[in-house]
């Protein structure tokens, strides 16, 4: 009974110290000078991160994209993790990717942890591509 209850005590400091929620927020600086700024969160259980909210905007414009939930395709790559939503016309793109050169599974980033994304603008057969620094965001 003893063991149990040990068991159970360390299962409950585990789960309480767990992140409830993930993601990335990024800035970067397209080719004409102007600063952009992307925000990812997921909904994270045990051992899954499904995408919550992806928001991307520019010091120009302000909010540019607000995507959500099922209207979010995430795509664990080689070396990378791909966050593929539709474009609209604010952000002038038919299909807007994010990726963050991070692989989930393989890798741990903690709090504040630095790598780089990219963000790619598809309109047309043609892309812009904004390099990213994201800094890793974990919520308990």
Avoid at 103 to 117: A, F, N
Wanted: with cysteine; aromatic share 6%; proline share 1%.
């Amino acid at each position: 009974m003893k063991n149990l209850v040990v068991k159970l005590v360390s299962m409950a400091m585990v789960v309480g110290t767990a992140a409830f929620g993930s993601g990335y927020k990024c800035s970067g600086t397209d080719f004409t000078g102007t600063e952009w700024s992307v925000k990812m969160y997921n909904h994270t259980s045990v051992e899954t991160r499904v995408p919550s909210v992806l928001v991307i905007s520019n010091e120009d414009q302000g909010t540019l994209l607000l995507r959500k939930d099922l209207e979010i395709k995430k795509a664990n790559r080689r070396n990378t993790v791909q966050f593929v939503v539709e474009g609209n016309r604010k952000i002038d793109s038919d299909s807007v990717i994010f990726q963050v050169t991070h692989k989930e599974g393989r890798e741990t980033l903690e709090e504040g942890e630095v790598v780089s994304g990219q963000l790619i603008l598809v309109k047309e057969g043609s892309k812009q591509v904004i390099d990213l620094e994201c800094s890793r965001y974990l919520k308990n």
